[in-house]
Each structure stands twice: as structure tokens, then as C-alpha cells.
């Protein structure tokens, strides 16, 4: 269903694999076991507080519910989920940043690297492909690029509390300090806003001397370097309806080498399910100038590929590396607001089909 690539003229092919994992923090009370039914459905998740199962205080005064996967089709222990283990700083095989916490009279004032089980102040809900049965470096199915056969409700939501979804491919199933691509969905703009994008340092911040503040630091050499998330993304013209008059699409995204230049190049687009038709196509040049060229990528607006001021690492975004690389793809939702989205439409996200791609 997918064309040959734009960049580089090969096929490329998409299997269909089943996601491994869910993952859950203050879900919606009436969440379905995922999957269910044939279906993906993603419920907006509500809240995480200090009455969430299993909130904990960890090292230096951290709160929240440890990251915990569970296998599917459960989400949690609330749904009969077995634990398939977990997140903890600083121990994955592709989280070069060590990050650190700066709590005040806590640590003295001084930043201190975090250790112990990663812990979730926040509602999410999602569900998780991992290439690698261990996180451990050289192992695993490389992954070259994924898609999702998925809706997104259409309703729109201006008022708080806002949540994102997304579809994405990440280098470490921990989220911290990773490198990433793929589709973020926001529901609290009209019509809603559809984003391709890709990050190197994701949710890093450079340390700040605010107290009880995180940051990620880079060590060559017995150095610290501080680090924060360089990324470029690109939004989507506004959806329409497919030629079945629903929001079923296919969501693709992969990464190719450009037959012309040798640039890695990341290709993505949506197809109607129906018909085989593109709805939109996509080529972005991390390494040109402008990363999503109108002629190749048609858009309401994007930002090129930056890094935060004064900072080297990162920069020119490195993704030979994301070629075949190890890690996981997620699907899911995040409560930004982490207040109980009251009376909305659920599910927000449903999705029949993940696949993976392959040269």
C-alpha cells in the first residue's frame, strides 16, 4: 500500500507485528483492555495524584507512579496486568544523557544523577512494539520505519485540560534522553493540528539552577555538558475526510537514503486505506536547508531543524543512526494538563494495525 520511495527508488515493505506492552498512569476509569475486540482504543487518560495505585516518594524527594510495562492485552495491575518490567535512570542502552536533579536543600544545592525506578507524575496510556527482547546494546530487529493503520477523533477540545497524541518511533523505551520521529496529534487547536517530527536529547533540558528542576547532562571525558532537546517538525494540512467519508488512515514513516546527494532522508505520508490514494506525502532533509521543503513536503507551516542556542551536540541531527536502528514504537496518549478530561468522546486514538518497515 505504501510507494517505492521517493528519495531512493526501492520498495519498501511493512509487516504487521502486534505491540508487546501497554503502559498506563491514571487511566480513564472505563480504558478497555488494549487490545480489544480487534481494536487499539485509546481512552483519554484522566489523572495521576498521590491516591493513584502504587504513587511512591523515590531518590530525593521524586514522587509519582513507577514506569511500569505490562504485557497485553492488560494495562495495569487494576486490569489483571502481569509486569513486564519497567524504566529506571540512567541504565538504558541508548540514553547517553545523565540526568540530574536539582532539589534545593535536598541534594545541597548541587546537581545529582538520578538513580532508581523512573517515576510518572503524569495520565498516559499507550501501548508499545519493542524491537529488543532486553534492552541491551546489539540486540533486537532493526527497525527502519513504521505505520499505523489508526483514527483520531475529530472532535476539538479549546479548553484545558489538553492532551497529545502520538505515534512514534523512539530509540530507548524509556523516553529519556532518546532519539525519536514520528506523528503528534493535538486536539486543542481548530481544526486539530497533525505533526510530523523527529528529536535528538527528547524531553532533555539543559541543566538550569532552579531548584527542584531536572536537566541532562552530557560527560566526554569527565566533563559535564549540559543538553537540551534539538528538533525540527513540520504541520500537516488540515485532514479531510476519506473517500469512505471516516478518519481511518495510514500512517507512515520511515527513513530512506537519498539516491542524489547520500543524505538519510526521512520520508512519511498518509494513505486512504480505501482506495490505496495518497492523501499526503512528505520528504524531510535533516541535514538541508529548509529540513521540509515546501516542493517536497506540503504544509500550514514547520520549523528547521535546531538546536537550543549555543549547543553542539546534537547538531547535524545524526540520522544514519536511526538506519535499522534498535528501539520501540509507541502509540498512545498524554495528559499534559493531568486533570480529568471530563464528558469528552472517547476513544480519542484508535488503531487496527501497527507494522514495521523493512528495505
Known amino acids: 500500500m505504501v510507494p517505492a520511495s521517493q528519495a531512493s527508488g526501492n520498495a519498501v515493505t511493512f509487516n504487521a507485528v502486534a505491540p508487546q506492552y501497554n503502559f498506563s498512569y491514571g487511566a480513564d476509569p472505563d480504558q478497555p483492555l488494549l487490545p ?25 524527594g521524586l514522587e509519582g507512579v513507577p514506569d511500569v510495562f505490562y504485557f497485553e492485552p492488560a494495562f495495569s495491575p487494576e486490569s489483571g496486568g502481569q509486569n513486564a518490567g519497567g524504566c529506571s535512570w540512567n541504565l538504558t542502552y541508548d540514553s547517553p544523557p545523565y540526568w540530574v ?42 527497525i527502519y520505519g513504521f505505520a499505523a ?33 514520528g506523528f503528534a496529534h493535538y486536539n486543542y487547536y481548530s481544526p486539530p493540528v497533525n505533526q510530523f517530527y523527529f528529536y535528538a536529547y527528547s524531553n532533555c533540558a539543559a541543566p538550569s539552577g532552579m531548584a527542584d528542576s531536572y536537566g541532562c547532562m552530557l560527560t566526554p571525558n569527565g566533563a559535564r555538558y549540559g543538553v537540551g532537546q534539538c528538533g525540527a517538525a513540520v504541520n500537516l494540512p488540515a485532514l479531510q475526510l476519506n473517500s469512505q467519508g471516516n478518519e481511518w488512515y495510514l500512517w507512515y514513516a520511515y527513513i530512506s537514503q537519498n539516491a542524489s546527494n547520500g543524505h538519510y532522508v526521512f520520508e512519511a505520508g498518509l494513505r486512504d486505506p480505501y482506495t490505496s490514494q495518497p492523501v499526503w506525502t512528505c520528504v524531510g532533509d535533516p541535514l538541508g536547508s529548509p529540513t521540509f521543503p515546501v516542493s517536497t513536503c506540503p504544509q500550514i507551516a514547520s520549523a528547521d ?44 486514538l484508535k488503531m487496527s494495525q501497527l507494522y514495521m518497515a523493512a528495505p
Open 36 to 60: 480489544s475486540g480487534g481494536f487499539w482504543n485509546f481512552y483519554m487518560p484522566a489523572q495521576v495524584t498521590s491516591s493513584t495505585s502504587g504513587w511512591t516518594t523515590g531518590l530525593y
Open 101 to 142: 536533579y536539582d532539589g534545593g536543600s535536598i541534594t545541597g544545592n548541587h546537581y545529582k544523577e538520578l538513580s532508581g525506578p523512573i517515576l510518572r507524575a503524569g495520565a498516559a496510556v499507550g501501548s508499545v512494539y519493542q524491537s529488543a527482547t532486553q534492552q541491551v546494546s546489539g540486540s533486537g530487529v532493526p
Open 149 to 181: 493503520m489508526a483514527r483520531w477523533d475529530r472532535h476539538v477540545y479549546l479548553s484545558a485540560p489538553f492532551l497529545i497524541g502520538a505515534m512514534y518511533f523512539a530509540t530507548d523505551s524509556c523516553y529519556s534522553g532518546d532519539m525519536e520521529y
Open 305 to 348: 531543524y535546531a538546536c537550543p542556542t549555543g549547543q553542539t551536540f546534537g547538531s547535524p541531527f545524526p540520522i544514519a543512526q536511526l538506519y535499522g536502528a534498535l528501539g520501540s514504537v509507541t502509540v498512545g496518549i498524554t495528559n499534559i494538563s493531568n486533570t480529568p478530561p471530563a464528558g469528552r468522546a472517547n476513544p480519542m
